[in-house]
């Protein structure tokens, strides 16, 4: 069981500074239904960290805290250092600036081409380049550019969102994402629903970003192929109804190269994807 | 919380008490309604606050006045000529009887510049632009397109909802004068070429009734149903429920609570506007 001072399994020297996100005592409720507990964890520069846990453990709202997309019902959320409570609008909007959310569905806005979709945070994203600075011909060069790097070719850039596969979509998510060249790159499942080769493709891309740019990158996922090729440390958030009181939500927190040897019958049970006694808690044993 | 799901228990004497789940039932509608309430207007300093510190960006304006106000011309000049027509035959008969079809003129006119053509324009443009306006924000909301926006520094409410309120507040006045001026050629046309009122009679009487405070407090109504639909059709769109069903539940609520709203600001601000009228013309109008 990890203890809820040490989350973070790096080096406890480590300064202050080193970490881009940090959460303190997070806590978020819906209604009655709380969803996240407690949670304080801390993220170095240049980290790629995988967020893995069944459904409905909280992975995806833990990740639109960390962006403020969500506000934390209590505790706080440090990026870079800035408490994401204290910013007001416009402060926030620059700081989502220096970040790209990939998102599960991938969220291409469906009346703008892949072009304009790729070119929007250059337009309009508070941290964009000014007008003045960039011209067409720069701006098309740069999409084109973005496109080619997640491997679509350019008869794509006039297509709408609708037209394309959904590999292709979520390929031209994270094109959108990285054009700004983000410090911090959040994926929301971006290998769920696609086929084993194009989410290889996925997983090779996000590599690669990471390796091309030094991006710290927080993914969620199922796909434990994905957390094991992609991540060099995974986080297992357990969903709070099947745990106790005292118990801390991240059941598992270390190197992908650990958690084989994870002694924690859960971490076993979700890695090895078995179904356990849940057969029996639905009634169908 | 007292739920709505209470059931009436039957009492000793085999009377239904409906006492407990009446007072559940009250307190949770007033606790639904003081939720909306509250959230409606946060959403409206929002909206107020974005219009007034931040320029528009580029494009948006454009984008919303287009499908807001031109598509809706053809809808809008149609309904109003066939209101124009229909108010020309219902009443003719009654005139007629009297032998003063030479004043249905001012009798049609006056309904449609006063009530008629800013009731329908808003009516149209609730059922046409804000059905869809929340039809495809709730989309938007549903397919996490609002918080992609906000992940990339752009306020959906400046983005999405200012453009679009704007759009509506502003061009209603002109769909309202386009059916007005509809609804006054079809009246017409339908008088004079089918009952054959004569022409010079029905535009004299009409432009000795019809004054220009009557034409502006058709505009000035027609604004404050403009404000409405955008405001309440973004927001039923911007908190839609998940799924299809709160995109499509989103769509309908939008409608309903505009038209419901047009029509409680219709008779609150036309007995303002009557009031000013009365000021302004002492006399009122005498058709006979």
């Known amino acids: 069981m990890i203890d809820n001072t040490s989350v973070s399994h790096t080096d406890s020297e480590e300064t202050f500074s080193q970490y881009l996100v940090e959460t303190h005592n997070l806590n978020m409720r819906f209604g009655k ?109 740069l999409v084109r550019s973005a496109l080619r790097e997640v491997g679509l070719p350019d008869s794509t850039l006039n297509q709408f969102p609708a037209d394309l596969s959904g590999g292709m979509r979520k390929r031209v998510g994270l094109a959108r994402a990285l054009i700004l060249q983000p410090e911090l790159v959040l994926y929301d499942e971006p290998t769920t629903g696609l086929d084993p080769i194009v989410s290889d493709v996925i997983n090779e891309l996000i590599m690669r970003s990471r390796l091309k740019r030094r991006v710290t990158s927080i993914l969620v996922t199922h796909d434990m192929k994905t957390a094991r090729k992609v991540a060099d440390r995974i986080l297992m958030l357990y969903p709070l109804q099947r745990l106790k009181e005292h118990e801390n939500q991240i059941i598992f927190d270390g190197p992908p190269s650990e958690i084989e040897h994870c002694g924690d019958v859960r971490v076993q049970q979700f890695i090895q994807g078995e179904a356990g006694n849940r057969l029996q808690e639905l009634g169908l044993a | ?154 306020n959906p409410v400046h983005f999405l909802v200012v453009p679009r309120v704007l759009a509506s507040l502003l061009l209603i006045p002109v769909l309202t004068l386009m059916a007005d001026f509809m609804g006054i050629l079809g009246g017409f046309a339908y008088s004079h070429y089918l009952l054959h009122v004569d022409a010079y009679e029905y535009f004299e009487f009409s432009s000795r009734y019809v004054t220009g405070f009557d034409l502006l407090s058709g505009i000035i109504k027609s604004l404050f149903f403009g404000g409405c639909i955008g405001i309440v059709s973004c927001y039923f769109g911007f908190h839609s429920d998940r799924g299809a069903q709160g995109v499509g539940k989103a769509a309908t609520a939008a409608f309903v609570t505009s038209f419901v709203l047009i029509l409680a600001m219709d008779l609150i601000v036309g007995i303002g506007l009557d009031k000013l009228y009365y000021y302004f013309y002492p006399a009122g109008p005498t058709l006979f």
């Open chain 1, 33 to 141: 239904k709380q969803v996240l507990r407690d949670l304080s964890v801390k993220i170095r520069h240049g980290q790629t960290v995988a967020i893995i846990g069944e459904s409905g453990c909280g992975k995806t709202v833990f990740l639109k805290t960390l962006v403020g997309l969500l506000q934390p019902t209590s505790g706080f959320v440090l990026f870079d250092e800035q408490d994401l409570g204290t910013l007001n609008d416009r402060e926030l909007s620059l700081l989502r600036s220096r970040t790209g959310f990939v998102f599960q569905q991938a969220a291409l806005f469906d009346s703008l081409t892949v072009g304009e979709n790729i070119a929007f945070p250059l337009r309009h994203a508070a941290a964009s380049p000014s007008p003045s600075s960039m011209s067409d011909t720069d701006e098309v060069e």
């Open chain 2, 1 to 154: 919380m007292a739920s709505t799901q209470d059931i009436p228990q039957e009492a000793g004497n085999g009377e239904l008490s409906l006492q407990p789940s009446l007072l559940a039932t009250v307190l949770d509608k007033l606790d639904r309604t003081t939720l909306f309430v509250g959230d409606l207007v946060l959403f409206i300093i929002q909206i107020l606050s974005w219009t007034f510190s931040r320029r528009l960006r580029k494009g948006t304006f454009i984008k919303a006045a287009y499908q807001i106000g031109v598509l809706s011309i053809p809808v809008v000049g149609l309904t109003g000529m066939f209101i124009g027509m229909v108010l020309a035959v219902q009443s003719y008969f009654q005139f007629h009887q009297l032998g003063m079809e030479n004043r249905m003129g001012a009798v049609i006119n006056l309904t449609l510049v006063r009530e008629l053509g800013p009731v329908l324009a808003a009516t149209m443009l609730a059922g046409r632009v804000g059905s869809s306006m929340a039809a495809e924000l709730g989309t938007m909301r549903v397919t996490e397109q609002i918080d992609a926006l906000s992940s990339m520094g752009v």
